[in-house]
C-alpha cells in the first residue's frame, strides 16, 4: 500500500496530505521529504491532513513530535485534522493533544491558522 | 478450531506492513470484527518496529520470528528477536520513554501493545533475546 505524500503552500503553512500507511518504513523517507520543504521555506505552521491514512502505528507519532520540535522553533503551530477513529485512539495515547490543535477537516484547520 | 503458524523474515522495516498482511491472512477464517483486527494490526506492527530497530539496531541481516496461534476464545502473537535485549524492561515500558528520541521514535510501543492486547509479557536475556507475547480475547462475530 505504501505511503502518498501531497503537499501545498498556503502563505506561512505547509499542509501535508497523507493518503496510505503511516509506519517506521514510509515515515523515514516522509520525514525527509518534509523537513527539507521546513527548512527551505521557513515553514511556521503545518496542516496533517490525515484523511486517507488507513493506518498508523507509532512511528507517525514520532514523525509529528519531531516535526514540532522543528517548527517549536519559530512558535509555530501543528493542526491534525480528519482522523479516523483508530488514528485518533494511537493519538490519544500520546499526549500530542497537548501540543497540536486537532480539528474535524482541512477548512477548519485552516480557520484555526487564520489562513482560510 | 486450533491454528498455528510461524513466519521469519529479514530484520528490515520494509517487512512490517508485510507481516501486518500476514497476521490478517492468519485469522481470516476467524470473521473477526474490524476493530479487533485494526488493534492487532497494530499492536504487532509496534512489536516488530522494536524487534527491528532496538532488538537488532536495524541489522538486516538479522531474522525475526512470528509466531500466532489461536483458539476458540484467544489468539497470541509472539514476536522474537535474538538480538541485544532489554536491559530494564520496566523502564523500556515506561510511557514516552525512548532510547532512541534522536530518531524520532516516540516511546509509545509497549504502551500501545498493552492497550491493544489483553494480556502482555515481555522476556528479555542481555545479549540473547526478546520475546514478546501478546494475548488477546476474542469472540467470534457472526454464528457459523
Do not use: W
Not at chain 2, 15 to 27: D, I, S
Not at chain 2, 61 to 72: A, F, G, N, P, S
Amino acid at each position: 500500500m505504501g505511503l502518498n505524500v501531497q503537499m501545498a503552500l498556503k502563505k506561512n503553512v505547509l499542509i501535508i496530505r497523507l493518503k496510505g500507511e503511516l509506519d517506521q518504513s514510509s515515515v523515514t523517507n516522509l520525514k525527509y521529504r518534509v523537513s527539507e520543504i521546513i527548512d527551505k521555506y521557513h515553514i511556521k505552521n503545518l496542516v496533517i491532513n490525515m484523511q486517507e491514512v488507513a493506518f498508523m502505528d507509532s512511528s507517525g507519532i514520532g514523525f509529528i513530535i519531531g516535526r514540532y520540535s522543528q517548527i517549536k522553533k519559530r512558535k509555530g503551530h501543528i493542526v491534525i485534522c480528519s482522523m479516523n477513529e483508530m488514528v485518533q485512539r494511537i493519538f490519544n495515547l500520546s499526549g500530542l493533544k497537548k501540543i497540536c490543535f486537532v480539528t474535524k477537516n482541512e477548512i477548519e484547520a485552516e480557520e484555526r491558522l487564520e489562513i482560510a | 478450531m486450533k491454528n498455528y503458524m510461524k513466519v521469519s523474515f529479514s530484520a528490515k522495516v520494509e517487512n512490517v506492513v508485510f507481516t501486518r498482511t500476514v497476521a490478517l491472512g492468519f485469522l481470516v477464517n476467524l470473521d473477526l470484527e474490524i476493530g479487533i483486527l485494526n488493534e492487532i494490526k497494530t499492536a504487532i506492527s509496534e512489536a516488530i518496529t522494536n524487534a527491528i530497530v532496538h532488538g537488532y539496531q536495524n541489522d538486516e541481516t538479522k531474522t525475526v520470528d512470528l509466531i500466532m496461534y489461536y483458539d476458540d476464545t484467544k489468539i497470541t502473537m509472539e514476536v522474537i528477536d535474538y538480538g541485544i535485549g532489554i536491559e530494564n524492561i520496566e523502564k523500556a515500558k515506561t510511557p514516552l520513554f525512548s532510547s532512541k528520541v534522536e530518531e524520532e521514535r516516540a516511546g509509545l510501543g509497549f504502551t500501545i501493545m498493552d492497550v491493544f492486547s489483553d494480556e502482555l509479557i515481555v522476556e528479555s536475556e542481555l545479549g540473547k533475546m526478546t520475546k514478546v507475547v501478546m494475548v488477546k480475547n476474542y469472540h467470534e462475530s457472526r454464528e457459523h
